[in-house]
Every structure is written in structure tokens, then in C-alpha cells.
């Protein structure tokens, strides 16, 4: 069967009803929908036949552009293959081929990795496995996790309470977790607007984790998560000794230190994971979308090897960990994590990507002086415009940013009144013009 054939000629015989979309304005959308047909390297076609370059990356995750031919071909052989295997007292040889590829390119000493399916997951598995760690090692009142405000950790019940973003929790408050606090932000435009990479500003900002020590306890205290960059929340770059400073803490006192790479990951930062790229090496990452290049759901908790080993104790016969999901390992997130991180070493995509973040530093501050811009952040091939929302409606401005840089041809994302953008690594200078371009002359365009 080809599902294309399956799709009506005109939108009008299309009908979206019965489908919920997620984080989407639903009503709004199916007056006006945004279609994608089919995507190759930087571009995706639209339902009406235009190309739309790809700023995003699908959504931060396309690290090596669209339908790359050796990761669907391992895919459709793979499918062709092995359908199913459970990894429960069971599994598959790719699971392992594809775990021993992941942590050739971890930081040192972090030399196992658990399957999950999404970020969302990856991230409560993290948070449970600092628990039952601490547990293990007869530390079992360490429960509480620090999280940071403006945090973005997926939509699991842990990852909302962890997080710090205000509409993801608030509907939820009474369900969240009871056991957790969380750092202030970082973002500071008054100390750091305009920063090239690392602000100056705001490494004392981590030092409120010894002042969350002081109140709770370290011996209360599971771990810390954040993420090295903050995307979600509109491109919020480490300050200068920040991560350093939060790691010194964290070791001082027995905390584990969690970084959520979901977005970081896979060169986003010039490194494989944003934890080299800043010199600063947590107990756990999270990661996801672009380990497959996001062609097969697929996320995983990279450990430090003494996490690993503290699980790895008692009757052999026991299971050590009671979690796991139906589809961790699953045969055809294997073989894509396998194909995409081959594909990642044979290109040097990481490499590439660090090359081009000059070219794309430069081109993203240029933004600076464009009507209603008031910040431009960047890392790697990372970057954040943040603009001055239309008074008394925030995320108005954004939106119709978003919305006519779509109609121009260039896919980029707005969270909050700040364009997110994240490239396949695999962008070409031109393409790089060709987004600041469109963005510069919708800014003159737009109220
Ligand atoms: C830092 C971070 N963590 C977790 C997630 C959740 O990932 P998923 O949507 O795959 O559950 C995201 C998604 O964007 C993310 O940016």
C-alpha cells in the first residue's frame, strides 16, 4: 500500500476532524492548515507544491536533513527483517549495535545507554533511575529534584514537574510532583542582550543550588536536571562558568547532575553533546530526536559508568531496574540510530556543523537593529531572536512571524516572542541567507 495514494487530490476532501493535534491551536489550524507531502536534505514540499527550507530541523531533530538514503534504507531492510522483539528477558542484536555506537561518541566514562522512545520518556526515566540509585547505595531520603525555572522537559508527569514553563504546568499544578524545587533562569536581557555564544553574565546564578542545599538538605536532594541550552523556552545559552559552577556543587554534595541533551545532542553545539562542547561532564544525559535523525521514534539515558555498575549488583538473577518501555530497542529505531550515527561519522556532520557556527553567528546578530528585535542568542548552529512583544499579546507577534516566513518559503519556530532556530547540519551558506534573508524582510513587514 502507498499511503500517498490514500491522500485526497484537493484539502477540502480532507477530513481533519477526527485528528487532536499536539500543541497546535486546533480550530486555527484546520481553517488554515499547514501541510508537509514529503521532505528531502534541507527542504520539505508543501501539500500545494512549494519547497520549504527547513530553519528547524523538523523540530530540532533532523540533525542530518530529510530522508537521507542510508538511514531509510536501513529502515525498509530492517522492516523487511524483524518487525517486533521485546527487550524484556528478550532482544535483538541491533539494540546493542546501536547502544555501543551511542556511547563511542559520550563523554568519557559514560559508557551505557538505556532506550526509551521520546524525550518525554527519556527524562522520567532519568528521574528514576537517580532514585533507585541513591536507594541502591542505602541513600534512599534523597527524592527531591532540583529542576529550573524556564526548564522545557517534555510532557511526562516528571519532566512538567521538573520544568518551568508556566502554561505546561499550571492546568496540571494539583498533579504534579510534590517533591521538587527549581533554580532561577538564566535569561537576563538588561546583563546580556546581543551575547555571541556565552554571556559574561550569570555564573553566580548557579550558586542558588547551595542555597536549595541549606534548605532542604543535600541527604533529601536525588539530583539536579537542566538542560545545558534552553530551548523550548527561546534559546537560553549557559553563562560562562554557570555549568562548571552547578557540577562543582552537585559533586560537593552527593547530587546527581542530569543534563536533558534531547535538543543539545548530536553536534547541535559543535560537539556531539552539548556537555564537551562546555567541558562539563553530568552523571546522566537525556536524548532523543536526533539520535534516529528523527526518522523513528527514539530517545535514550546515557549513564555514568559507576551508575551502571551500582545497578549491576545482587543474585544475578534479578532484575535490576523495574522500568522499560514496549518499544525500547525497538528493531526499527535500532537500525535508524544505527544508520544516522553512521551517516553523522562518515560526513562529519559534527564537524561541519562547528565549521558553519562562524558563518551563522554572524548572520543570526545581523538581525540586530531589524523593527521589534530586542536579543539575538546563539550557539553552534543555534539560534534565538527574541522580539518585543505587541503590547498585550504576547507570542501575537511571533506567531505572524512564523506564519509569514512559512508563506515565503523558510520553516522556522516561535516560542514565546522568540524565533528558535535550529538547521540540519547539513545547511549551505546560501540556505543560511536565504533564512535571515526571509526573517528581515518579514520583521519590516510585520505591526
Ligand atoms: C530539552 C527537552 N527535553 C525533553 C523534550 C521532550 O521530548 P519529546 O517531545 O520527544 O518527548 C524536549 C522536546 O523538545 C526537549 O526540548
Same mark, same amino acid.
Given at each position: 500500500?502507498?499511503?500517498?495514494?490514500?491522500?485526497?487530490?484537493?484539502?477540502?476532501?480532507?477530513?481533519?476532524?477526527?485528528?487532536?493535534?499536539?500543541?497546535?491551536?486546533?480550530?486555527?489550524?484546520?481553517?488554515?492548515?499547514?501541510?508537509?507531502?514529503?521532505?528531502?536534505?534541507?527542504?520539505?514540499?508543501? $501539500?500545494?507544491?512549494?519547497?520549504?527550507?527547513?530553519?528547524?530541523?523538523?523540530?530540532?531533530?533532523?540533525?542530518?536533513?530529510?530522508?537521507?538514503?542510508?538511514?531509510?534504507?536501513?529502515?525498509?531492510?530492517?522492516?523487511?527483517?524483524?518487525?517486533?522483539?521485546?527487550?524484556?528477558?528478550?532482544?535483538?542484536?541491533?539494540?546493542?549495535?546501536?547502544?555501543?555506537?551511542?556511547?563511542?561518541?559520550?563523554?568519557?566514562?559514560?559508557?551505557?545507554?538505556?532506550?526509551?522512545?521520546?524525550?518525554?520518556?527519556?527524562?522520567?526515566?532519568?528521574?528514576?533511575?537517580?532514585?533507585?540509585?541513591?536507594?541502591?547505595?542505602?541513600?534512599?531520603?534523597?527524592?527531591?529534584?532540583?529542576?529550573?525555572?524556564?526548564?522545557?522537559?517534555?510532557?511526562?508527569?516528571?519532566?512538567?514537574?521538573?520544568?518551568?514553563?508556566?502554561?505546561?504546568?499550571?492546568?496540571?499544578?494539583?498533579?504534579?510532583?510534590?517533591?521538587?524545587?527549581?533554580?532561577?533562569?538564566?535569561?537576563?536581557l538588561t546583563a546580556n542582550a546581543y551575547s555571541r555564544?556565552?554571556?559574561?553574565?550569570?555564573?553566580?546564578?548557579?550558586?542558588?543550588?547551595?542555597?536549595?542545599?541549606?534548605?532542604?538538605?543535600?541527604?533529601?536532594?536525588?539530583?539536579?536536571?537542566?538542560?545545558?541550552?534552553?530551548?523550548?523556552?527561546?534559546?537560553?545559552?549557559?553563562?560562562?562558568?554557570?555549568?562548571?559552577?552547578?557540577?562543582?556543587?552537585?559533586?560537593?554534595?552527593?547530587?546527581?547532575? $542530569?543534563?536533558?541533551?534531547?535538543?543539545?545532542?548530536?553536534?547541535?553545539?559543535?560537539?556531539?553533546?552539548?556537555?564537551?562542547?562546555?567541558?562539563?561532564?553530568?552523571?546522566?544525559?537525556?536524548?532523543?530526536?536526533?539520535?534516529?535523525?528523527?526518522?523513528?521514534?527514539?530517545?535514550?539515558?546515557?549513564?555514568?559508568?559507576?551508575?551502571?555498575?551500582?545497578?549491576?549488583?545482587?543474585?544475578?538473577?534479578?532484575?535490576?531496574?523495574?522500568?522499560?518501555?514496549?518499544?525500547?530497542?525497538?528493531?526499527?529505531?535500532?537500525?535508524?540510530?544505527?544508520?544516522?550515527?553512521?551517516?553523522?561519522?562518515?560526513?562529519?556532520?559534527?564537524?561541519?556543523?562547528?565549521?558553519?557556527?562562524?558563518?551563522?553567528?554572524?548572520?543570526?546578530?545581523?538581525?540586530?537593529?531589524?523593527p521589534h528585535v530586542i536579543d539575538v542568542r546563539n550557539i553552534g548552529l543555534v539560534a534565538?531572536?527574541?522580539?518585543?512583544?505587541?503590547?498585550?499579546?504576547?507570542?501575537?507577534?511571533?506567531?505572524?512571524?512564523?506564519?509569514?516566513?512559512?508563506?515565503?518559503?523558510?520553516?522556522?519556530?516561535?516560542?514565546?516572542?522568540? $524565533?528558535?532556530?535550529?538547521?540540519?547540519?547539513?545547511?549551505?551558506?546560501?540556505?543560511?541567507?536565504? $533564512?535571515?534573508?526571509?526573517?528581515?524582510?518579514?520583521?519590516?513587514?510585520?505591526?
Amino acid at each position: 500500500m502507498n499511503i500517498r495514494d490514500l491522500i485526497p487530490e484537493t484539502l477540502q476532501d480532507l477530513n481533519m476532524d477526527p485528528l487532536w493535534l499536539p500543541f497546535t491551536a486546533n480550530r486555527q489550524f484546520k481553517q488554515q492548515p499547514r501541510l508537509l507531502v514529503s521532505a528531502k536534505d534541507m527542504y520539505y514540499t508543501s $501539500i500545494d507544491g512549494r519547497q520549504i527550507l527547513d530553519g528547524i530541523a523538523g523540530l530540532w531533530a533532523v540533525n542530518a536533513g530529510h530522508c537521507r538514503a542510508p538511514i531509510v534504507e536501513a529502515i525498509k531492510k530492517q522492516a523487511e527483517n524483524v518487525d517486533y522483539v521485546t527487550g524484556f528477558q528478550l532482544h535483538h542484536p541491533a539494540a546493542f549495535v546501536a547502544a555501543e555506537r551511542l556511547v563511542r561518541i559520550t563523554p568519557k566514562g559514560m559508557g551505557h545507554a538505556f532506550f526509551v522512545n521520546s524525550g518525554s520518556e527519556a527524562v522520567d526515566t532519568a528521574l528514576k533511575m537517580a532514585l533507585a540509585y541513591h536507594r541502591a547505595r542505602g541513600e534512599g531520603t534523597r527524592t527531591k529534584f532540583i529542576g529550573r525555572e524556564r526548564g522545557y522537559h517534555g510532557v511526562g508527569f516528571g519532566g512538567i514537574s521538573v520544568g518551568g514553563m508556566v502554561a505546561n504546568r499550571k492546568v496540571f499544578g494539583g498533579a504534579l510532583l510534590p517533591n521538587v524545587d527549581h533554580l532561577p533562569h538564566t535569561h537576563n536581557l538588561t546583563a546580556n542582550a546581543y551575547s555571541r555564544g556565552q554571556p559574561e553574565w550569570g555564573a553566580h546564578l548557579a550558586e542558588s543550588l547551595e542555597q536549595l542545599v541549606a534548605l532542604h538538605d543535600a541527604s533529601n536532594i536525588a539530583a539536579v536536571i537542566v538542560e545545558p541550552v534552553a530551548g523550548s523556552t527561546g534559546v537560553l545559552v549557559p553563562p560562562k562558568g554557570y555549568l562548571e559552577k552547578l557540577r562543582e556543587i552537585c559533586t560537593k554534595h552527593g547530587i546527581l547532575l $542530569i543534563f536533558d541533551e534531547v535538543i543539545t545532542g548530536f553536534g547541535r553545539t559543535g560537539q556531539p553533546f552539548a556537555a564537551q562542547t562546555f567541558g562539563v561532564t553530568p552523571d546522566l544525559i537525556t536524548c532523543a530526536k536526533a539520535l534516529t535523525n528523527a526518522a523513528v521514534p527514539m530517545g535514550a539515558v546515557i549513564v555514568r559508568n559507576e551508575i551502571y555498575e551500582t545497578f549491576m549488583t545482587g543474585p544475578a538473577n534479578t532484575i535490576e531496574f523495574y522500568h522499560g518501555y514496549t518499544y525500547s530497542g525497538h528493531p526499527l529505531a535500532a537500525a535508524a540510530a544505527i544508520a544516522t550515527l553512521d551517516l553523522f561519522a562518515s560526513e562529519g556532520l559534527f564537524e561541519r556543523g562547528a565549521s558553519l557556527a562562524k558563518y551563522w553567528e554572524d548572520a543570526a546578530h545581523s538581525m540586530k537593529g531589524m523593527p521589534h528585535v530586542i536579543d539575538v542568542r546563539n550557539i553552534g548552529l543555534v539560534a534565538g531572536i527574541e522580539l518585543e512583544p505587541l503590547p498585550g499579546k504576547p507570542t501575537a507577534r511571533a506567531f505572524e512571524v512564523f506564519l509569514k516566513a512559512y508563506e515565503k518559503g523558510v520553516l522556522i519556530r516561535t516560542t514565546g516572542d522568540t $524565533i528558535a532556530l535550529s538547521p540540519p547540519l547539513i545547511i549551505e551558506k546560501s540556505q543560511i541567507d536565504q $533564512i535571515f534573508g526571509t526573517i528581515a524582510d518579514v520583521l519590516k513587514a510585520v505591526a
